[in-house]
């Protein structure tokens, strides 16, 4: 249900930008690669994503809406959907406790772990920048809920236990595109918090190409990489530090 709204909220915001006289918007989607390594605790060890989870990368989507409108001091929006859920399955090389699961050396173990994404954005555009006509920058407040989940089960034993949260987070936002000519720009965007012992950004940048232009929307392709840290101390039982390399495709219509 939650990626239905989010989904519904995209297809909303295009709708507006494309109807509505005034006001601008893009709508896009794309292919990601997403490696993740670090570690998650849940009422036992740290235990390992690569080694003890048997977790590698994973290829998964995203869908993103953008709407600007001349209203003044009434922020902008951003929307994301950003899909994440890995799975593991083999033997450990050590032992380790998960919640009510125990593993002991060369058990077999089956795991999940989801980190899917929604992100809400509410965002400024910088005047004295964009009235350059070549940088375009924003700031602003990102709401970023976090659906977690992770699972072990221990296969020879028959065990297996789970945690789950679901989280919103506050992060600042900022971006900035630089555009040299019509046919290409430069756009590199942030978001980041940290506080009583947790800490979570991201850092991305992107090559968009605009090889097509009409009088209703221009399309674009971007190429680009996303990191991404997550540190959390306690959150239901669970604490986790991973990180995320994400390389990724995209394309979209610019209104």
């Known amino acids: 249900m939650k990626k239905i709204t989010a989904l519904a909220s995209v297809g909303l915001i295009s709708f507006s930008a494309y109807a509505v006289p005034g006001v601008d918007g893009e709508i896009s989607a794309g292919y990601i690669k997403q490696d993740i390594s670090g570690w998650v605790k849940y009422q036992g060890n740290e235990v390992d994503v690569d080694n003890d989870l048997k977790i590698g990368s994973e290829n998964s989507f995203f869908v993103k809406a953008k709407l600007e ?28 406790t998960f919640g009510n699961v125990t593993v002991r050396v060369n058990e077999r173990v089956q795991t999940k772990l989801d980190l899917d994404h929604y992100d809400f954005v509410l965002f400024y555009n910088l005047p004295f920048i964009n009235l350059l006509q070549v940088v375009d920058g924003e ?23 789970s945690t789950s949260f679901l ?32 800490h979570y950004y991201d850092v991305s940048g992107e090559l ?48």
Do not use: C, W
């Open 69 to 96: 409108h001349p209203i003044p001091l009434l922020p902008n929006i951003k929307l994301m959907y950003e899909r994440m859920r890995f799975s593991g399955d083999g033997r450990v090389q050590r032992s380790y």
């Open 208 to 255: 968009r190409i605009k090889p097509v232009r009409t009088l209703m929307a221009n399309l674009f392709v971007g190429l680009g990489y996303k990191y991404e840290k997550l540190k959390i101390d306690d959150i239901d039982n669970t604490s986790t530090d991973i990180k995320i390399k994400q390389p990724y495709a995209q394309v979209g219509l610019l209104f």
């Open 167 to 198: 989280a919103p987070i506050p992060m600042i936002h900022g971006s900035l595109e630089i555009k040299p000519v019509d046919l290409f720009s430069f756009l590199i965007e942030a978001n980041g918090i940290a506080y009583q012992g947790h």
């Open 139 to 161: 700031i602003g407040i990102n709401i970023r809920v976090i659906d977690f989940y992770g699972k072990v089960r221990n296969v020879d034993r028959n065990q297996e236990d």
